[in-house]
């Protein structure tokens, strides 16, 4: 028999019986579909923040690094320093932006990036800037405290995200004139939180909804203010500059090690995230979060880096840990759809007894049979699969049309984005994992029931 041939006579045994096929697609499908939609939505989530913290530089990804004169005592001087963290830089494919630093009056530290570094950044035509103001890219919560918008807990999730929209509105290609007397230009806003700290439909009204397992551990934080530098803006005639607050000296003689040599920031960008985490992951310039906070970091830990946009290293941090319990819950529902799906398969072959004795009255072989039922299995696995990617896409869809004012408003009070459909769902490694596990359960249904394709066992059955 050629491959035709097997591919023929599978297609066959699902045609003759449609409704017992129809019946196991469904049910195998269901279980793990469900499966599926959870991995979808879990992925969109990610990747949705992921997007709009990155998109300030395109997916490239900004890290600004100096000593931490905390943990690392050895003497030092700024210039030695800075060339090793250069150097560093260069060792893992970051490129160095040259920049300038202002105390501004209003504002606190500044640091200039070049225009075309920036340029996904802005949302306005940077040519009708006017000449007497500073053009920056700050984040959304920042423009809200200049414009004295504030978002009270009580008020309404329309009525906060409103307000939201309100300041992007009256802030992008406007000049906005602090107490300080300081003229900023808005031409872009990062992302921020601008009314609610999470993301978490409850901040919106839905206390109660299956997505805040989700949504509600995903940290936000904010971006820092940038001066868009394009060459030919003088700003030092622009800024107004103010004197950093001294320590004083009461505080220095309690706590002298406040008295310590200030080394300026290194800045770097880097050509995705997954390159910029093997910069940020180093062994000098990584310390844990609880172990910074006691005071424990290792003995190599010397310089600190800083994202210039919210932390999308936290954001994937989380992830991990959500997805390592997704992939334990994933695996024992996995396994009970193992269990359904090779309960399932042996019954039909159990009740295939009579064609089984039909194949081998015309001729064909054991082996040929069993490679009939492999391949009739293996396609009821196939269409199982594809139903399973269908109805979790379908699903998925369903979860973000039914939510999906309250998704717009969580994402916009959360991260400052502009009012827009949030649609959650990206496909991952596991449409291939449980495909390849349900098409892996024919053979060892086939396996597992080689005695029901012997002559002996097919005379017995028929007596």
């Not at 649609?423 to 291939?432: M, R, T």
């Amino acid at each position: 028999m050629r491959i035709r041939d097997f591919l023929k006579l599978g297609a066959a045994n699902i045609t003759a019986h449609r409704k017992r096929a129809t019946k196991v697609v469904a049910i195998v499908g269901v279980l793990f579909g469900v499966l599926l939609m959870a991995s979808m939505i879990i992925q969109g989530v990610e990747n949705t923040v992921l997007a709009e913290m990155n998109r300030p530089l395109g997916g490239k990804v900004l890290l600004g690094t100096t000593v931490n004169t905390q943990f690392y005592k050895e003497p030092q001087a700024e210039e030695i320093e800075q060339e090793r963290i250069r150097e560093k830089i260069r060792q893992y494919d970051g490129e160095i932006i040259e920049t300038e630093t202002y105390q501004m009056a209003g504002v606190g530290e500044v640091t200039t990036l070049p225009e075309e570094l920036v340029r996904e950044a802005i949302e306005v035509n940077f040519e009708e800037r006017p000449a007497e103001a500073v053009p920056m890219v700050v984040p959304v919560g920042t423009v809200m405290r200049w414009l004295n918008i504030d978002i009270p807990q009580r008020d309404s999730a329309e009525r906060a995200a409103a307000k939201v929209i309100k300041a992007r509105e009256q802030a992008l290609g406007r000049t906005i004139e602090l107490e300080s007397g300081q003229k900023v230009y808005i031409a872009g806003l990062s992302s921020s939180t601008a009314g609610r700290s999470s993301l978490s439909l409850s901040g919106v009204g839905q206390e109660v909804n299956p997505l805040n397992l989700i949504l509600g551990v995903v940290p936000l934080g904010s971006s820092m203010n940038y001066i868009i530098d394009d060459g030919e803006i003088e700003l030092e005639k622009l800024i107004i500059t103010e004197e950093e607050s001294e320590i004083p000296e009461e505080w220095l003689e309690a706590f002298p090690e406040l008295a310590v040599p200030k080394v300026e920031r290194v800045w770097a960008v880097f050509s995705d995230l997954a390159t910029a985490s093997g910069y940020y992951y180093d062994a000098e310039n990584y310390c844990e979060q609880a172990n910074y906070a006691y005071g424990v970091c290792e003995a190599e830990y010397k310089y600190s880096v800083t994202p210039g946009f919210n932390d999308p290293f936290a954001v994937v941090a989380t992830f991990k840990t959500v997805w390592t319990v997704f992939d334990v819950v994933a695996i024992v529902l996995a396994g009970i759809g193992v269990i359904v799906m090779l309960t399932t398969y042996l019954r039909l072959v159990g009740q295939d007894t009579k064609v089984i004795a039909l194949y081998r009255a015309n001729g064909a072989t054991k082996v040929q049979v069993v490679g009939i039922y492999v391949v009739y299995l293996v396609m009821l696995s196939l269409l199982a699969a594809v139903f399973a990617i269908v109805l979790a896409t379908v699903l998925t869809l369903i979860v973000n049309l039914v939510n999906g004012a309250a998704l717009s408003q969580a994402f916009t009070l959360g991260l400052g984005m502009p009012e827009q459909a949030i649609i959650l769902i990206e496909l991952n490694k596991w449409e291939l994992i449980l495909a390849a596990i349900m098409i892996a359960v024919a053979p060892v249904t086939v396996l597992m029931s080689l005695g029901q394709f012997s002559e002996r066992n097919l005379a017995r059955k028929l007596k």
